[in-house]
């Protein structure tokens, strides 16, 4: 968009402090700024979290997350806190085939080292080997930890222990 010459440079403009763009985190600050001109403001700044239910960590004996876990670590404690009999399931991710599907995978992949797009962001570029290993994890995860993949929970759904979440 910037290099298209239709955009208005607002980087004179977020430098008043009633405008508070050091408020915004530098990733969506970047992102509104390419070649160093500012061109908007970042329309959404959606953050992924783990949110977990102390109650069934406690019940089941599963030590609560930290800072140090691993990937391996959440699968592991998904699994042991996911009760199908009682409908709990220790997980939930969002395949909803839609862009809330979209803003739960990207962090992943871009956490594996892959991109959306090229470097000149011409083509796609998801479909890599971060992207395969990214994806194919997801698929192991709802598998080995029979998590639950709904958008919502499903009827009779009591709990979920554990969800990568937004917003």
């Known amino acids: 968009m910037q290099e298209s ?9 977020v430098k008043d402090p009633a405008v508070k763009w050091a408020e915004f985190p530098e990733s969506a600050r970047t992102t509104a700024t390419p070649n ?10 959606d953050n992924l979290a783990l949110l977990y239910n102390k109650t069934l960590f406690d019940a089941k004996q599963v030590p609560y997350p930290t800072d140090e876990w691993t990937w391996d670590d959440f699968r592991a404690a998904a699994k042991k806190l996911t009760d199908p009999a009682e409908k709990i399931y220790g997980t939930a991710y969002s395949v909803s085939a839609s862009e ?13 080292g892959g991109s959306i797009l090229s470097q000149d962001g011409k083509q796609a570029a998801f479909n890599s080997q971060a992207g395969w290993t990214r994806w194919s994890s997801c698929g192991r995860w709802r598998w080995t930890t029979r998590a639950s993949t709904s958008t919502r929970p499903t ?10 979440g937004s917003r």
């Not at 010459?5 to 403009?13: A, Q, R, Y």
């Not at 160093?36 to 700044?45: E, S, T």
């Open 155 to 164: 009827s009779g759904t009591r709990r979920c222990s554990g969800t990568a």
């Open 36 to 45: 160093g001109q500012v061109i908007g403001f970042p329309a959404i700044v």
């Open 5 to 13: 010459g239709k955009t208005l440079d607002l980087t004179e403009k």
């Open 100 to 112: 809330d599907t979209t803003w739960h995978f990207w962090p992943l992949l871009w956490q594996r």
